[in-house]
């Protein structure tokens, strides 16, 4: 059985999807929209953080849908992304502003605690989210996430995504980078979201282990400015996070494709670092277990996820 088949037949074997409620929360002087499963009576709540920097919450909604069935989920879209509220002097937007927002929306929703699983660029935010407030976070879940520093990975990322792609594909991605590159000496507004966008879509098949799989999916197109500027700030800038998330006091769960574009060697720097982590890799995926292998993937949250067996209720 092909993956797509086996994505398909997965699927098709699930409930359907609980209905989201959105409100809108504010916080640290924005208004965020927020979005909520039905409540679990004894569960700790999950915040799912989607990756992407440009694109809101809907990266991970209806894909992680199957956790809704034994907690909460808790998703939102960043700040000036989706329908969230933009920050003043959106050119200033930073990842660090983001990380800042995950504790400030749990008190605004006034939880005591919360699990984080990051996705990706999520994954950062989660990371660094769960340093700022670590007594409110229960356990975090990386998955596939960006490394701890740039250089390890994101200087090299266009080059791998390159060896992956068919030649259409290259070509398409060669476009979208020089319609980038060609912005910063001409004057042109360097973090046009919609420039970005397009790169992030020629980019996305290299994401995927199977390039049938790959077929079934697109990103959307974004017109966030704020995500565009975060986006090319870290690319332009780097960045290098050690030093804030060394020896996280929280128990945390790595999940990363063996065939991810983000190498495996960059996760394991990570557990390294955050003291209190394990690895877990996936055989035949790449930077989307969810979809490419859901069965082992939502096996694994689950069972990290699981209150102590001294926590359950009595039958």
């Not at 994954?123 to 007594?135: E, K, N, Q, V």
């Not at 020896?247 to 190498?263: A, F």
């Amino acid at each position: 059985m092909s993956a797509r088949d086996r994505f398909a037949a997965y699927r098709r074997s699930l409930p359907r999807p609980p209905r989201l409620t959105r409100e809108t929360v504010r916080a640290r002087g924005l208004d965020f929209a927020v979005f909520r499963t039905p409540p679990v009576a004894g569960a700790t709540p999950l915040l799912c953080i989607n990756g992407g920097l440009l694109f809101d919450h809907k990266l991970l909604w209806p894909a992680l849908s199957p956790l809704a069935a034994n907690r909460q989920l808790v998703l939102y879209d960043q700040r000036g992304r989706g329908a969230s509220q933009p920050p003043p002097g959106v050119r200033a937007a930073r990842i660090e502003h983001d990380a800042g927002d995950v504790g400030a929306l749990r008190e605004a929703l006034r939880l005591e605690q919360w699990d984080l699983l990051g996705h990706s660029w999520g994954g950062g935010i989660a990371m660094l989210g769960a340093a700022l407030d670590p007594s409110g976070t229960g356990r975090l879940v990386l998955v596939d996430a960006v490394g701890t520093r740039s250089e390890n990975w994101l200087d090299d990322l266009h080059d791998q995504a390159l060896l992956r792609l068919d030649d259409p594909q290259r070509a398409l991605l060669h476009a979208a980078n020089e319609a980038i590159a060609a912005a910063l000496p001409s004057g042109t507004d360097p973090d046009d979201p919609a420039r970005l966008s397009a790169y992030a879509a020629a980019l996305y098949p290299a994401w995927f282990a199977d390039r049938e799989l790959a077929t079934l999916f697109t990103p959307p197109r974004s017109s966030s400015r704020t995500g565009a500027a975060v986006s090319a700030r870290l690319r332009r800038e780097g960045y290098d996070w050690r030093d804030r998330v060394r020896g996280l006091p929280v128990p945390t769960l790595v999940i990363h494709g063996e065939s991810d574009l983000v190498p495996v060697a960059v996760a394991r720097e990570t557990v390294a670092l955050l003291g209190d982590a394990r690895l877990a890799l996936l055989p035949g995926a790449g930077h989307l277990p969810f979809w490419e292998t859901p069965e082992p993937f939502f096996s694994l949250v689950e069972q990290f996820l699981a209150p102590p067996p001294s926590s359950r209720s009595s039958p």
